[in-house]
């Protein structure tokens, strides 16, 4: 079946550090894959997403490149900002033959809290 | 707009109890999730209607669980018997599309104890 692994549960950085967060995936078929970033006591919200041209998406100074040959879709941000504490989850929409169906199917999160 | 909007966001059941959340969508997004999260479990996936129809809900512990969509712009999630294993984030996201990579939206949940 369709996975997602996060290895990292938690991931503490002082500002200014490089960000990297591992996200690996196991599907069938090729995947969209997904980052959301959900902050304290809000709703999860959509980060980024890969792109099927192979372009690398970015956002907010994250981007993440995704990598069919190793499954792997790592988010990275050049520099850690305080405002970049919170949980991050790895998604997948698993791809079925020549369809696509929306469900997503999660990591585990990775909490990342960036100190001064 | 509004964003998704769940109701209630608190609610307190004790055991053996019935639970009825309700969420309304984005209005003109034609796909409607139920997700369900927990410290231990994360994110996972219970059920998802497109166009009000109910399409995949294999994540949904089938007895005790129903989802429903009776009209475009409401959809409600029944938990009858409530365990105290039930007790977590019940959130509802909405897409514009039912396409794979179309960007889902979340609501803000609504926190279920279960005593």
């Known amino acids: 079946g369709d996975s997602v692994t996060q290895t990292e549960g938690l991931v503490t950085l002082t500002e200014g550090l490089p960000v990297m967060l591992n996200c690996t995936y196991q599907?069938?078929?090729?995947?969209?894959l997904f980052w959301y970033v959900q902050h304290l006591n809000e709703a999860p919200k959509l980060l980024l997403k890969?792109?099927?041209?192979?372009k690398r998406p970015e956002h907010q100074g994250f981007h993440a490149t995704l990598h069919k040959s190793s499954s792997s879709f790592h988010l990275q941000k050049s520099s850690a900002q305080l405002s970049d504490s919170a949980l991050y989850y790895c998604?997948?929409?698993?791809?079925?033959?020549?369809?696509?169906?929306?469900?997503?199917?999660f990591g585990q999160g990775t909490s990342l809290s960036v100190v001064p | 707009n509004a964003g998704v909007i769940q109701t209630p966001r608190h609610k307190v059941t004790g055991k053996g109890q019935e639970a009825t959340l309700w969420c309304e969508p984005i209005?003109?997004?034609?796909?409607v999730f139920w997700y369900r999260q927990t410290i231990v479990q994360g994110l996972e996936f219970l059920t998802y209607?497109?166009?009000?129809?109910?399409?995949?809900d294999s994540g949904m512990p089938k007895e005790r669980f129903s989802a429903q969509m009776p009209n475009q712009s409401h959809s409600t999630l029944k938990i009858q018997s409530t365990q105290p294993q039930d007790s977590a984030v019940y959130l509802c996201?909405?897409?514009?599309?039912?396409?794979?990579?179309?960007?889902?939206?979340f609501g803000p949940g609504t926190r279920l104890t279960v005593l």
């Open positions: 996201a909405s897409s514009l599309d039912w396409w794979g990579e179309a960007e889902q939206f």
């Open positions: 599907s069938t078929y090729s995947p969209f």
């Open positions: 890969s792109f099927t041209d192979n």
């Open positions: 998604a997948l929409s698993p791809l079925i033959a020549s369809s696509s169906f929306s469900k997503l199917v």
């Open positions: 209005s003109g997004h034609s796909a």
């Open positions: 209607f497109r166009n009000q129809a109910p399409i995949d």
